[in-house]
């Protein structure tokens, strides 16, 4: 089993910079694709940022160059991912989620977070 929780939501001004984490426990290592996704309300949750498990990141149009993914996965340290996002517009504020696409046996499962919210407001 794997288990995601996120934390480092919050309000924020246009404009200005979070950084969310993603605790990771259980059978994850950096070889498993693990990715951001949001949602926004009364929309689809969307693929912000991920990493491929060749270890490729990649980022949706629309936060290029603003958000950042980065891990830190070693046998003896926390493993997390973080999500170092600046330039905020309000068209970011969503609930923002942590996923591992992880293979057991030959089934590939997705594992979630709980979520965090980021709010972008004046």
């Known amino acids: 089993q794997v288990q995601l929780v996120e934390s480092g939501g919050g309000l924020v001004q246009p404009g200005g910079s979070l950084r969310l984490s993603c605790a990771a426990s259980?059978?994850?290592?950096?070889?498993?694709?693990m990715n951001w996704y949001r949602q926004a309300p009364g929309k689809q949750r969307e693929l912000v940022a991920g990493f491929t498990s060749g270890g490729v990141a990649n980022y949706a149009d629309s936060v290029k160059g603003r958000f950042a993914i980065s891990r830190v996965f070693g046998d003896n340290v926390k493993k997390t991912m973080y999500l170092q996002m600046n330039s905020l517009k309000p068209e970011d504020t969503a609930v923002y989620y942590c996923?591992?696409?992880?293979?057991?046996?030959?089934?590939?499962?997705?594992?979630w977070g709980q979520g965090t919210q980021v709010t972008v407001s004046s």
């Open positions: 259980g059978s994850i290592s950096s070889s498993n694709a």
């Open positions: 996923n591992a696409e992880i293979y057991i046996g030959a089934r590939l499962y997705d594992f």
